[in-house]
């Protein structure tokens, strides 16, 4: 049987080289149960299964989805396009994408895959009419109907919307309590938000995550790139049921989602849109704080929500409140139900295509100016002057530098100062990092007031754009001029003072130059070895410090 199989195979991809497929959609081209997807010459045809193609083992990858490698009478099987005696069928082919999904149905068991470089869909034909010829015979002779063909306008492609540059993820509700037929009505409200934001590039990217027992990723933000295949690939995903676990989702969105090997833009906004039917059957809370934390804007949809009856059920009762970015009204909205919802489309992309509200896109990872004003004096030596280095560079590691993102700049001084580097001298950060760690030791005395003024002058004074500032100044002992009167000038120019003292630095002139609340901001060790602890304290205070400004 297998040899048949092949010679079938072989057969039917002959007999599409044979034909002239594209000029002629409505006349379908036989193929063979084997014939995949990738053998077709154009992207859009109709074909013609044979019978009994479950006779034979089909390879088949993905689900609703397949990858182009896939046969294409099994695919149609396995949708439930055609059954046991064949059938036309038509061919949509797609881009490329990862994670095709394993599933059984109408006896055939799909296979999984992570990725291929093409892939298709299957969907059913309309019947072409049929008349009787006007020939006369003991048998009438029943021929098709030649369709006339008529010339018809294509609609200009949609131009990207260029103002709304987002990569956003659409958390689609598939629990068994929004149920097949609301989740119908889901998917179409999705295709028409997809089209009203503009899908493409430069324009935003969408993806879909399904919100169930378990997430799945539906699709990435660059496998399909324009409105027409994401609405395309919306319809073709399949209901999977079970719990709501909204909370879980949004970890597996933040976590695996939204990574830079599937399409991820750096420096675009990151939008997770999270529609549910009812309320979430987990904890939002801890995932909404990671999602903050990384940078993505929550928004979140709900629709019916629960009837008075059903507020008991609900576990937490603030889940909108806990898991959108902010708690101001702008990141959440609200439907009554998936009937009607076409007004509803607008003002939900106007939502979220309003950039300039999104206020989770800046973190304290990527939207800090840290300067780093550093104790060259005698007192220090070289090797205890490389441990101050090293702490320097562990608290920079944990920023996203980056010519959009967090700087770092360094002053080291003595009586005198000296700018090692400023915040526009190394915009990436492995430079940024090694510059930091190669800074020569100078040796000399220690006026820390007048290395103060110097940093506001020279490093804070110039344009830096509106990243929020923090000066940290390591020291280990007594200034020769007064820190009180610099330090009070520099915060009162937006700069939030961390000071670290090691070995003979008075406590008084630590206190003297930090930022309030001063126990937050004022560290101290008797031995350079012991530095090292200060760094994800310090870090943590950045990151609360810009959060309360904020």
């Not at 090694?434 to 100078?442: E, F, G, K, S, T």
């Not at 005395?445 to 754009?465: E, H, M, Q, W, Y």
């Amino acid at each position: 049987m297998s040899m048949w199989f092949a010679v079938l195979h072989v057969l039917g991809i002959l007999s599409l080289s044979c034909c002239t497929f594209g000029s002629e959609l409505n006349v379908p081209t036989p193929i063979s149960c084997g014939t995949r997807a990738v053998d077709l010459p154009d992207t859009r045809q109709l074909v013609l299964c044979p019978a009994n193609c479950t006779l034979w083992t089909l390879s088949v990858f993905g689900s609703g989805v397949y990858a182009s490698i896939s046969s294409i009478c099994g695919a149609a099987i396995h949708r439930g396009i055609i059954n046991l005696s064949g059938g036309p069928v038509e061919v949509h082919g797609l881009q490329g994408r990862t994670n095709y999904l394993s599933s059984y149905a109408h006896g055939v068991q799909s296979q999984s895959l992570s990725q291929w470089s093409s892939s298709f869909t299957v969907a059913r034909t309309i019947s072409l009419p049929l008349e009787v010829s006007s020939q006369t015979s003991s048998s009438a002779t029943v021929t098709a109907k030649k369709p006339i063909k008529k010339p018809v306008k294509k609609a200009p492609p949609a131009i990207p919307n260029r103002d709304c540059p987002v990569d956003m993820a659409l958390l689609l509700d598939g629990s068994y309590n929004i149920g097949q037929r609301r989740f119908n009505l889901q998917k179409n409200f999705v295709s028409k938000l997809a089209v009203m934001l503009k899908v493409g590039t430069p324009g935003p990217h969408v993806g879909v995550v399904q919100t169930s027992e378990s997430p799945r990723t539906e699709f990435y933000l660059t496998n399909y790139t324009t409105a027409k295949d994401v609405t395309f690939a919306i319809k073709e995903i399949p209901y999977i049921g079970g719990n709501t676990n909204t909370g879980k989702a949004i970890f597996h969105t933040v976590r695996n989602f939204f990574n830079p090997d599937f399409g991820v833009r750096r420096g675009y906004p990151r939008v997770i849109v999270v529609f549910v039917d009812g309320w979430p059957t987990d904890n939002v809370e801890e995932a909404a704080v990671l999602a903050r934390e990384s940078g993505i804007n929550v928004f979140f949809v709900s629709v019916a929500k629960p009837s008075p009856e059903e507020v008991s059920l609900v576990t937490d009762q603030d889940f909108m409140r806990k898991a959108v970015c902010k708690d101001n009204e702008f990141f959440t909205f609200t439907m009554p139900s998936w009937f009607s919802t076409n007004k509803f489309v607008k003002p939900l992309a106007h939502k979220l295509c309003s950039i300039d509200q999104m206020l989770c896109s800046k973190t304290c990872y990527n939207s800090v100016n840290l300067g780093f004003l550093i104790d060259g004096s005698s007192s220090v030596g070289d090797g205890n002057f490389r441990l101050v280095l090293d702490l320097l560079v562990s608290i920079a590691r944990s920023f996203d530098i980056s010519d959009i993102g967090s700087r770092i700049g360094a002053i080291q001084f003595t009586y005198d100062q000296r700018m090692e580097f400023n915040f526009n001298d190394h915009i990436t950060k492995d430079n940024a990092l090694r510059a930091l760690q190669n800074i020569p030791y100078m040796s000399g005395g220690t006026a820390t007031g007048d290395a103060i003024n110097f940093a506001v002058r020279s490093l804070f004074k110039p344009r830096t754009g509106s990243n929020r500032k923090f000066l940290i100044i390591i020291t280990d002992g007594q200034s020769y001029d007064d820190v009180r009167v610099p330090a009070m000038a520099a915060q009162r120019e937006g700069i939030t003072v961390y000071a670290v003292g090691v070995a003979w630095a008075p406590m008084e002139d630590l206190k003297a130059m930090a930022s309030e609340p001063k126990e937050s901001h004022v560290f101290f060790t008797r031995e350079f070895t012991g530095l090292a602890q200060f760094q994800q304290p310090i870090v943590r205070g950045i990151c609360r410090d810009f959060t309360e400004f904020n």
